[in-house]
């Protein structure tokens, strides 16, 4: 099954897409949070390809919209940093600088 909800992150409007258990029951879900200059994306999601295409990507954890914009962030790419992701950010701080 897939999710998909506008949400708010700091303010601003992001689009939250959800493809729930991907791999069957007992499977995490497979979650993006994507703004229009970048996105979140959870673990499920490689951060090595995301920087090859040059994304702005943002990795942080959580099963659901909710602990994705509340958890603090894992890492992203340098075009995340350049666009003003910092280290210690929210998931929600980053949506917002990448929305």
């Given at each position: 099954?897939?999710?998909?909800?506008?949400?708010?992150?700091?303010?601003?409007?992001?689009?939250?897409?959800?493809?729930?258990?991907?791999?069957?029951?007992?499977?995490?879900?497979?979650?993006?949070?994507?703004?229009?200059?970048?996105?979140?994306?959870?673990?499920?999601?490689?951060?090595?390809?995301?920087e090859k295409f040059g994304d702005a990507a943002v990795l942080v954890g959580g099963a659901d919209f909710a602990a994705v914009l509340a958890n603090p962030i894992k890492g992203c790419t340098e075009a995340a940093k350049k666009a003003g992701v910092t280290e210690g950010m929210t998931g929600a701080q980053a949506a917002a600088v990448l929305a």
């Open positions: 099954m897939i999710q998909i909800e506008q949400l708010e992150a700091e303010g601003k409007a992001v689009q939250g897409t959800m493809i729930v258990a991907p791999g069957g029951d007992g499977h995490p879900n497979m979650i993006i949070v994507q703004g229009s200059k970048g996105y979140l994306m959870c673990g499920y999601l490689n951060l090595a390809a995301a």
